[in-house]
């Protein structure tokens, strides 16, 4: 099948790159799973806006008024239709992490008889494949509640374990909070008969999606999941705007977590009622400019198509990884294939640590994370004080493979290791 | 290239081969540092007697910038007395902060003027500063010790 991806031409929509990096080289971006580059088109929408429709939504009978809401309820539209949700489900929020602690903040404020109600006994499901960001708020939620935390362990090849799924999940639990990929070793979760035992038990299932709505298509209907999170900046949006997605009837038994404008029915000096969901959970004036530049990012990956998009990523990871095996002292941390993985390899490098490693790529024009990827609990579980990480995107081909892989080479040089 | 200002010879030296690298049985003050941005940790003693610093001794992981830097505190610190070491601590510190403007003082900080070139790189600097400041609170914590004596 032809590559249907033209880094080369996607390259030039994004300003970027154009730029010029420590030591006079081009910039090999490889640093996606923690933001992405914005193309021209996202840019141009938040200046649009801003130029020409800025108003308040929800409030103000001025033709600005008018055009911002269209903007605004347009762009809950696209990023409904982007993961198949209806649009009364689709929450913006200021990023997934507040979509996370949004929901945890949520769940802790409901009153006996909701299903949400937590007490000592119940239990909350996590993984050790976590971000902090999909961890800490439950972690925190059980310790306010006395509700019990456990999670599913991660296999030696960096795999959810899930043998012990009946036992995990059991009668008890009332929340599944999962990762669909692994930020730092790119292990995708297979979530079909985690979901279905969620449900067998008559829990809600969580996903954190943030790393992988912006790779490849996500139907949250077709995933038969209840909550979902991503956030817009690693899906070629603006910073400052998360998703987050939930069952009509599940958001509207929901209690609300941040209270104020907008998300109110009525309200007196001693009491108040909540709007319909999204708006209960959308307090104040939202972050407009930045949701209608996140739905000119969904369109840009639209047009580009999802299914390209990942067979565009399996095909350079699978590249990669075939590079990587030829390295001398490289050891890939994850899965060393492209089977339910996606565009992001952790490796290791002997006796260089990963920030030195970083620092020399760094000098090639190499942008990577280093570190623990907020994900101290997985390090920890691994034996390693940190990796570095290469994650690739629509922008990436195999010069960028290429050039990495060189410059690794050069940090053994440079430390004569 | 721009990397050899970062990666001194002295560096790589006090990487390679840590100086008191190996945590005293005992000691008036210990503390532990990370930099919960990467995962650096140290443990550090610090030994203080009659205002002299008898001895420091640490261990730990991390990148080659916060273990050599912790290498080059301790043995700069060793008998020194508690006020010049805290005027060292800041010497260090003001260096840090020079963004590349300042070589540093050799005569205050010996071997720690070879990290001068970090702070031409801002994301590097609290590696460097790691072991300066593990080293400053538990000197800290062991002068109040002695106060309450």
Not at chain 1, 7 to 12: A, G, Q
Request: net charge negative.
């Amino acid at each position: 099948m032809p590559n249907l991806i033209l880094p080369f031409e996607i390259k030039k929509d994004f300003p970027i790159f154009s730029k010029i990096m420590r030591g006079g080289n081009r910039l090999v971006y490889l640093d996606s799973g923690a933001t992405s580059q914005k193309p021209r088109q996202v840019l141009d929408a938040e200046r649009d806006f801003y130029e020409l429709h800025n108003a308040a939504v929800h409030r103000g009978a001025h033709l600005l008024a008018e055009e911002a809401n269209e903007a605004y309820e347009g762009a809950r539209q696209v990023v409904a239709d982007f993961i198949n949700a209806d649009l009364s489900e689709l929450v913006f929020t200021k990023s997934a992490t507040e979509s996370l602690n949004a929901l945890s903040y949520s769940f802790g404020n409901s009153k006996p008889g909701s299903r949400f109600f937590l007490e000592p006994g119940d239990r909350i499901v996590v993984s050790e494949l976590e971000h902090h960001a999909n961890l800490i708020p439950w972690q925190q939620l059980a310790k306010r509640t006395g509700a019990e935390l456990v999670w599913f362990e991660v296999t030696p090849e960096g795999r959810l374990d899930q043998s012990k799924l009946e036992e995990l999940i059991n009668e008890k639990t009332k929340i599944v909070a999962i990762t669909h990929q692994s930020n730092v070793l790119g292990t995708i979760v297979p979530l079909e008969n985690i979901v279905a035992r969620t449900h067998e038990v008559g829990a809600v299932f969580v996903l954190d999606a943030c790393q992988s709505a912006p790779h490849f298509a996500i139907d949250v209907k077709a995933l038969d999941i209840d909550f979902l999170a991503f956030s817009g900046h690693k899906a070629l949006g603006p910073t400052g705007v998360g998703i987050l997605w939930g069952r009509t009837q599940y958001l509207n038994e929901m209690e609300p977590f941040l209270t104020g404008g907008s998300m109110i029915e009525s309200v007196t000096m001693t009491d108040s009622t909540w709007a319909q969901a999204p708006k209960k959970f959308e307090a104040g004036v939202p972050n407009m400019a930045q949701a209608i530049g996140l739905a000119a990012a969904l369109n840009y990956l639209t047009k580009l198509g999802m299914e390209n998009i990942a067979n565009h990523e399996r095909e350079l990871t699978k590249y990669a990884l075939t590079k990587f095996s030829e390295l001398r002292a490289v050891t890939v941390i994850g899965p060393k294939d492209v089977v339910d993985r996606g565009a992001v390899i952790s490796f290791t490098v002997d006796k260089i640590h990963p920030h030195d490693v970083g620092q020399v790529l760094d000098q090639y024009g190499i942008a990577v994370r280093t570190g623990h990827h907020c994900a101290w609990p997985l390090m920890k579980k691994l034996g390693l004080v940190g990796t570095t990480r290469a994650s690739f995107y629509i922008y990436n081909d195999e010069s960028d493979v290429d050039a990495l892989v060189d410059a690794i080479a050069g940090a053994q040089k440079y430390f004569k290791v | 290239m721009d990397l050899d200002s970062l990666y001194q010879e002295v560096i790589l030296d006090h990487y390679k081969n840590p100086t008191h690298k190996k945590l005293s049985p005992t000691y008036s003050a210990q503390v532990h540092h990370v930099n919960p941005s990467c995962g650096d940790e140290i443990t550090l003693n610090v030994t203080i007697e009659s205002g002299l610093v008898k001895d420091v001794s640490w261990d730990g992981v991390g990148c080659s910038i916060s273990q050599a830097s912790t290498s080059i505190v301790a043995d700069l610190m060793i008998g020194k007395e508690v006020d010049q070491a805290f005027q060292t601590v800041e010497a260090f510190s003001e260096l840090m902060a020079s963004k590349g403007t300042s070589v540093g003082d050799e005569d205050i900080l010996e071997d720690g003027v070879a990290l001068a070139g970090v702070s031409k790189f801002p994301a590097r600097v609290k590696c460097a500063l790691l072991g300066w400041l593990a080293f400053k609170d538990a000197a800290l914590q062991s002068s109040d010790k002695q106060g309450e004596i």
